[in-house]
């Protein structure tokens, strides 16, 4: 088989909230005939983002052609899990055209293209690029996530913490693989916002890598895809925080799922979620809601002291209005605090 045969991946990694799975669904909507097959992996026990994608409407994408990997980082378990759901999309007929991996918010890229030099996947797939997505507010704020500012303020006023933040080391790692950088939210940044963004990303930056900027996920496919980079015989030579470890971990990180009853009033939901992120340490909060009297599944994401809300799609015949809402934070944040803030 030769190297024009394999089908090119596109990995689409960046943190906790940056857009990813907005800017996975903007590719699936534009797809133009193309067969595109995702592979999403999540930290936490419920495929929030699978269900998004799922969710998105379009024809040409339906449930076969998403493989979720839930409850484990995609890194950390490319054997097992990885391996598995490749060969099963490589399995289908017709032959998918493009394959769109999200990673988790926690994931390092770099393992994971490294698993594409193995004799067993080298010779059916290449990584056509590594995009990373990145949260420009709150990168213009100097945090590579929103709420980190307990944190800081904690490791600022003790010496005796270590200077690196791990959020910190996952988001440079991130992005010292990337091959193509997504600015997202561009629509709430300022000329002042870019610029404090972008520097930031250059910082992190070991080469030159270009930036593109996006609002809801909106970048031309010409851009995303077809990079041809065969990111896997490079990988190695990009250097990381974790290269001379032989494992890692993510003890830092910790999630929570919350059932919810069916609800009233969406903005109330949206209230509580709100001031649930503003608990110390929550990184992120996703889920879905049932709404009394209304035939469509509500869909609430909040990333810091921002909070969106919609329907969706409409409730499945026979599936269970049954609410969920994901809360993912660093270790030891104050679960009853959340608890009480959205539940009461």
Partial sequence: MTSLARVPCTIVTGFLGAG???????????????????????????????????????????????????????????????????????????????????????????????????????????????????????????????????????????????????????????????????????????????????????GALPRAVKLVRASGGRVDLAVLLGLGVGAEDVIDARRTHHDDEEDHDHDEFESIVLALPEIADPAALAARVVKAAETPDVLRVKGFAAVEGKPLRLLVQGVGPRVSHHFDRAWNAGEARRGALVVIGLKGFDRAAVEQAILG
């Fill in 20 to 202: 990813k799975t907005t800017l996975i669904r903007h590719v699936l909507e534009n797809a133009g005939g193309k067969r595109l097959a995702v592979i999403v992996n999540e930290f936490g026990d419920v495929g929030i983002d699978g269900e998004i994608l799922k969710g998105c409407g379009i024809e040409s994408c339906d449930e076969t052609s998403i493989v979720e990997l839930a409850n484990g980082c995609l890194c950390c378990t490319v054997a097992d899990d990885f391996v598995p759901a490749l060969d099963q999309i490589l399995a289908r007929a017709p032959r998918v055209d493009h394959i769109l991996i999200e990673t988790s918010g926690l994931a390092l890229p770099k393992p994971l293209v490294q698993a594409f030099q193995w004799p067993a996947i080298k010779g059916r797939v290449t990584v056509d690029g590594v995009i990373a997505v990145v949260d420009g507010p709150a990168l213009a704020e100097g945090r590579v996530a929103p709420d980190l500012a307990a944190l800081d303020a904690q490791r600022a006023g003790d010496e005796s913490l270590d200077h690196d933040d791990p959020v910190e080391e996952v988001f440079e790692d991130q992005i010292a693989c990337a091959d193509l950088v997504v600015l997202s939210k561009s629509d709430l940044l300022d000329a002042a916002g870019f610029a404090a963004a972008e520097k930031a990303v250059a």
